[in-house]
């Protein structure tokens, strides 16, 4: 196997108030890092051992960077740091290129990061049973960050300055990602296919980023205009997690509401990386809405569906894609009957999308035990991604020629799914799907004709 995964080291006391104060420091545009790199396993594409901080940590406002990338504090992790191989630039040497991965391997969003890096993995493995790229394998480095803002800088900094990584992919999450982006930035690093539809990150000034999926902003126009054209629904209640990406999340609903001249009806809030949903969900009973657009992820989203049968919320539930769709249906089996989920990639095991019979091919050949998913998927389309930017650069291999294909209007084709980038346009998919729970607790995929149970 091609791939390298590093499990996270075991915090100690003096490690957890060395990151209170790298916090402290940050808010203060003064960065600094005290951790100490973890041990290199060999040859593995499992994820990452669970040892990082459980707690959480609060992160600044919306859709705003974490400090100024330019700041002094994140300023002297530049490019320049050596490499063992012939070429100057970090992680490129003469027989493979290393990328690097900070996503949570452990805590309620776990299995998203588990499914970007299986899907990451099969896509490298599949072009370095081909030979590679321009004779490079590709080799995968990721590191735990338990979907917390203070762990992903960490791991940001650990992996640029280990001075042996290219490029950094497949984040998971809007506040470990709004965290990790300044430190990824004034090191001029590629930040390829967060998980995350969050604004900011499509902000054609962030010029290191190269977005995937479409954004959140598309995504909840997608459920609104479902909701209310197609099912004469006008009441409308959000649940989100109380942070940036519920925020973001929150926002795009409201602005769709705001565009057909009306607001949602109830809002409920919970803490991220808990199930303490029960007061937002009594905030949403009091107005008894016909739809509940949830932002979270699936272990909350899984309990306040199953809470709000119980307290009888009679309503249709619409989640955004980060939810991880796998994972909501193992949690709620057939109590999710009728649970609508958007999509930003198409449906999983539809080999009749070229794409998708490419993806589970790979999977196939990497791990004839893993279970296809949207996840995964969208971790596969990440790897195809890195794989067309690395072949466009040709033998010599460097940060700017890799980040200039992305800029380019060129289209790019993956076996069907098409992505388009620009000078002005950081983003490559705008597609959005859609799907639902079935009576037997499984995901099947949605159209204009499938009838929506009320």
């Known amino acids: 196997m091609a791939q390298t995964v590093l499990p996270k080291h075991r915090r100690s006391l003096t490690r957890r108030l060395a990151g209170l104060l790298l916090v402290l420091a940050l808010c203060n545009s003064a960065c600094s890092s005290a951790a100490d790199a973890p041990g290199a396993g060999n040859g593995t594409t499992a994820a990452p051992d669970s040892t990082a901080a459980t707690g959480t940590t609060p992160d600044p406002g919306d859709d705003t960077p974490l400090h100024d990338p330019g700041g002094s504090g994140s300023s002297s992790r530049s490019s320049s740091g050596s490499s063992s191989g012939s070429n100057a630039t970090p992680g490129v040497h003469d027989d493979r290129v290393v990328f690097g991965q900070s996503a949570a391997f452990s805590g309620p969003a776990r299995d998203l990061g588990e499914g970007m890096h299986l899907g990451i993995a099969a896509a490298f493995d599949e072009v370095n049973r081909a030979g590679g790229v321009h004779g490079r394998h590709l080799e995968l480095v990721s590191h735990d960050d338990a979907y917390e803002p203070e762990a992903a800088i960490d791991n940001t900094r650990q992996l640029i300055d280990s001075g042996d990584v290219f490029a950094l992919i497949g984040a998971v999450g809007t506040p470990t990602s709004r965290s990790a982006l300044p430190v990824a930035a004034a090191a001029d690093i590629p930040y390829i296919a967060p998980f995350t539809g969050a604004a900011f990150l499509r902000d054609a000034r962030q010029s290191n980023v190269i977005n995937l999926r479409a954004s959140y902003d598309q995504e909840t126009e997608e459920m609104v205009q479902r909701l209310v054209s197609d099912l004469g629904i006008d009441r409308i209640g959000v649940m989100y ?48 809405p016909e739809a509940v657009i949830v932002v979270g992820a699936y272990q909350p989203v899984a309990w306040l569906i199953r809470w709000a049968g119980e307290i009888g919320l009679d309503a249709v539930f619409v989640t955004i894609s980060f939810v991880g769709s796998n994972a909501l249906a193992q949690e709620l089996g057939p109590d999710g009957a009728g649970v609508l989920t958007t999509q930003v990639v198409p449906f999983p095991t539809d080999a009749g999308v070229a794409v998708v019979a490419s993806y589970l091919d790979a999977l196939a050949a990497h791990d004839p035990d893993a279970v296809a998913g949207f996840v995964s998927l969208e971790g596969y389309l990440a790897g195809r991604l890195a794989i067309a930017g690395l072949r466009s650069c040709g033998p010599t291999l460097d940060r700017g020629c890799f980040l200039e294909r992305f800029a380019s209007s060129e289209p790019i084709d993956v076996d069907g799914f098409m992505l388009r980038y620009g000078d002005q346009d950081n983003q490559g998919s705008d597609q959005v799907f859609w799907s639902m729970i079935d009576e037997n607790g499984e995901y099947r995929p949605l159209d204009a004709s499938t009838e929506v149970p009320r």
């Open 241 to 288: 997690q109380d942070d940036s990406f519920g925020r973001a999340g929150f926002n795009g609903v409201s602005a769709a509401l705001d565009r057909r001249g009306t607001e949602a009806v109830a809002v409920g809030i919970y803490p991220r990386n808990t199930t303490a949903v029960k007061a937002g969900l009594l905030d949403l009973k009091q107005e008894d």
